[in-house]
């Protein structure tokens, strides 16, 4: 029997974004997403989230949130986040605020948890809210992210050369994994384990490697976290012995 998996929901910060960005649909242009002349009014101020999971194969780490260099402290500070993403026109799509103690690195200090006490972290993708604190927790013995995904970020088109910063992941040991499996609706999955309690699976659309974490518990039932901006994890069916921890 496996053991019992705690999942730790940590919200790492908040990002101020046009509404067009999470809810507009893969149709949306470049530009509606951006909101670059979108009304300041119109704009959202959404939770970063990212997870820690404690189950039998070790401390896991799904997604980093941002990193404490965005708010040094720990209000909103416009020099401090184009510094941290690295260009004004990613600062325009994408502001963000992190008040003190609220950085992964942090929420693990107060768990009594060091980096290095991290067996991995997995990256949904590689946008800046969900990859910018990599570098706090790049102590972890093993960092993954999709090849598909890298090889997006990495293709320099005009857009992704604002949409991502090879600074937030060059100096980390991050790896990348191929698919191994074939679940979800575009057939593709990467099992981490070996034995189905993990599972990374490809939703390319918002980013072609993006994946949601399944988690599965020894009766079968699952838990799928969907990293697009909820407020918790979308609960699919948890079993008894998978519980959430705030």
């Not at 057939?187 to 034995?195: A, E, I, Q, R």
Request: glycine share 8%; with cysteine.
């Amino acid at each position: 029997m496996m053991a019992e998996i705690k999942i730790h929901v940590f919200h790492t910060g908040e990002a101020c974004v046009a509404p067009d960005l999470p809810f507009g649909g893969e149709h949306c242009s470049t530009i509606k997403a951006s909101g670059a002349f979108a009304k300041k009014s119109e704009r959202l101020w959404l939770p970063v989230s990212a997870y820690l999971i404690e189950c039998s194969h070790g401390k896991i780490i799904f997604d980093c949130g941002w990193h404490r260099n965005m708010s040094p402290d720990g209000v909103f500070d416009k020099k401090a986040q184009i510094k941290s993403l690295g260009s004004l026109p990613l600062y325009v799509t994408n502001q963000g605020r992190i008040e003190k103690g609220l950085a992964i690195d942090e929420q693990l200090a107060a768990l009594g948890i060091h980096p290095a006490d991290l067996d991995l972290v997995l990256l949904s993708h590689l946008d800046c809210d969900h990859t910018n604190g990599l570098n706090l927790v790049a102590d972890a013995k093993q960092i993954l992210v999709s090849k598909d995904e890298l090889l997006f970020a990495e293709n320099k088109t005009p857009v992704n050369r604002i949409r991502y910063n090879a600074d937030w992941w060059r100096s980390t040991k991050m790896q990348t994994f191929d698919w191994n499996g074939t679940e979800g609706l575009a057939g593709k999955s990467y099992d981490v384990f070996g034995d189905e309690s993990l599972v990374m699976v490809n939703i390319p659309g918002h980013s072609k490697g993006l994946c949601a974490l399944k988690i599965t518990g020894s009766d079968g039932r699952f838990i799928l976290l969907l990293r697009r901006w909820r407020l918790r994890p979308k609960i699919v069916g948890a079993a008894d012995h998978i519980r959430h921890c705030r």
